[in-house]
């Protein structure tokens, strides 16, 4: 039976255009694009669901995804088709695993590979050493508003920390996020839903304890960008309850930062693990490429 994509948000409903070839729809398009880099929030949420609808999985007894690494190699244009290919690796009883390749202009710009899990009983159960921050809930009034999170959903940043600006006071690496779409999707689009969201904020997190360096000077005077990406799904949970992104920047040297994130519940559960390998160096030329940042890494 086809994966039925009627209620999923348009960013989520990619369409065939080849065989195990799926194209998804731009988060930004025409003369209005600020930016011309595919954010990689949206391939990782397109990959799910280009590798979902793939193997057919509208069911409730189907496999669902366990983690998704992704390498991102180039940056992708919002003006070309961005199409990913499905290949299947495995697929067995309870197990199953596929690469997606995202490519433009004849060259790859990024490759994941999915693990797909069969939901089973526990044999045993633990969440050892590590606890859900002690944060104040997604409704308080200190917290400010981000939109790096899936488009319609809502991002609160905890306490109003602004990785933005020259003002923020230098702080530990940590920043966390809480995050909630409008209605549920069901578990893959979930997944999808939460994979976006997990792109955004690592590497403005790794800036909070460096004076002088922060997001606002991205792509001008400093080049960073995300270059690997692992999420991994523990527990099923649904958009449209309240998620916190708790993230720590734990390296950082060499023009490379490492960061690392556990998503809660709003009541506890840790639902999902992630880490992120970034770009964080200054430029060779030592110029202000400002001008450039439309493009520019």
């Avoid at 990619?14 to 195990?20: A, F, P, R």
């Avoid at 009034?141 to 991002?155: C, I």
């Avoid at 001008?220 to 523990?234: E, R």
């Avoid at 809660?264 to 970034?278: H, I, P, S």
Wanted: charged share 25%; proline share 6%.
């Amino acid at each position: 039976m086809p994966v039925d994509l009627g209620p999923l948000p348009p960013l989520l409903q990619l369409h065939q255009v080849g065989q195990h070839a799926y194209e998804g729809k731009p988060e930004h398009e025409g003369p209005d694009v600020v930016r011309n880099v595919v954010f990689g929030g949206q391939i990782l949420a397109q990959m799910i669901m280009a590798a979902h609808i793939d193997r057919n999985l509208d069911r409730e007894d189907a496999k669902e995804v366990k983690s998704i690494h992704a390498v991102f190699a180039r940056a992708g244009d919002y003006s070309a088709p961005i199409v990913y290919e499905v290949e299947r690796v495995h697929d067995g009883r309870t197990l199953g695993s596929d690469t997606v390749t995202f490519s433009q202009h004849g060259r790859v710009m990024s490759r994941a590979l999915i693990l797909w899990s069969l939901d089973e009983p526990d044999l045993i159960r633990h969440t050892a050493w590590v606890a859900m921050p002690a944060v104040a809930g997604p409704d308080d009034p200190g917290h400010r508003p981000d939109r790096r999170v899936f488009p319609g959903a809502e991002g609160r940043i905890v306490d109003g920390v602004n990785t933005w600006s020259d003002d923020e006071p230098l702080r530990p690496p940590l920043q966390h996020v809480w995050t909630r779409y409008p209605r549920d999707l069901g578990v893959q689009a979930s997944q999808a839903v939460l994979s976006w969201a997990t792109d955004g904020f690592l590497i403005g997190t790794a800036m909070l304890p460096h004076e002088g360096h922060n997001e606002s000077h991205a792509h001008k005077t400093i080049s960073t960008g995300v270059v690997g990406h692992t999420l991994h799904f523990h527990e099923r949970f649904r958009a449209d309850e309240w998620l916190l992104l708790a993230h720590e920047s734990i390296w950082a040297g060499r023009g490379r930062t490492h960061g690392r994130a556990n998503v809660w519940t709003e009541d506890g559960r840790l639902v999902a693990t992630y880490t992120q390998d970034n770009l964080v160096r200054a430029w060779a030329d030592g110029k202000d490429h400002t001008g450039d940042y439309r493009r520019i890494m």
